[in-house]
């Protein structure tokens, strides 16, 4: 009987939580780049990503919230003959984030989880000549991601967030993964 009685509650009270999603959409600059074997001349590119969010309470402090955000990446470097070629990349990019409220107001919100990024295209350019290199990179790549939001108005925010590749980017030996600091506003409607 007291089983019963606490799924009832859990299922109440999960209820009352579901009545409180909210959606959203967001937009900001990246700052990508890769890291790890052979990446030491890497420049940073800045791009942006834009998307959109589903935000369901779990508890009064904690949420789940889901993400689908296009994201343009890639990184500029200087080949063997000095120079320089930018790699650019699209991504899919979904991330499944736990979101927790700090202090009594919502104010401040840190957020972390993982991250599937799936490859919608890849170039290479250098001199004027633009090369295909989709064959080159992992089709898909997992990431962790990391940040805080920081609410200006109760549906309005401002968002930092450092996402790092888990698997490999590019197909090969080489151990290269994607390093991306965004910067951005959401909206929750």
């Known amino acids: 009987m007291k ?4 799924i009832i509650c859990v299922l109440i009270t999960s209820y009352g939580y579901a009545q409180d999603i909210k959606f959203g ?3 900001g ?9 052979d990446t030491g001349g890497n420049d940073a590119v800045t791009k942006f990503y834009f998307g959109g969010f589903v935000n369901s309470p779990i508890t009064e ?20 003959f000095d120079n320089k070629v930018k790699f650019n990349t699209n991504y899919l990019n979904i991330p499944i984030l736990l979101k927790m409220d700090l202090g009594s107001n919502d104010f401040v919100s840190l957020y972390a ?4 990024g799936i490859l919608l295209s890849a170039e290479a350019e250098a001199d004027g000549d633009t090369e295909d290199m989709k064959d080159a990179m992992n089709s898909l790549q997992l990431g962790l991601n990391l940040g805080f ?7 309005f925010a401002l968002d ?3 996402n790092r590749g888990l698997s490999k980017a590019f197909d090969g030996e080489g151990k290269i993964y994607s390093s991306v600091l965004q910067l951005g506003a959401s909206f929750m409607f």
């Open 113 to 116: 989880g993982p991250q599937l």
């Open 3 to 6: 089983r019963i009685l606490v």
């Open 160 to 162: 930092i967030r450092y």
């Open 25 to 27: 959409a967001k937009a």
């Open 61 to 80: 402090r904690l949420s789940f919230q889901p993400e689908f955000l296009f994201s343009f990446q890639g990184a500029e470097f200087d080949d063997v």
């Open 29 to 37: 600059l990246n700052f990508a780049d890769y890291v790890g074997d």
């Open 149 to 155: 939001s920081l609410k200006v108005t109760k549906e």
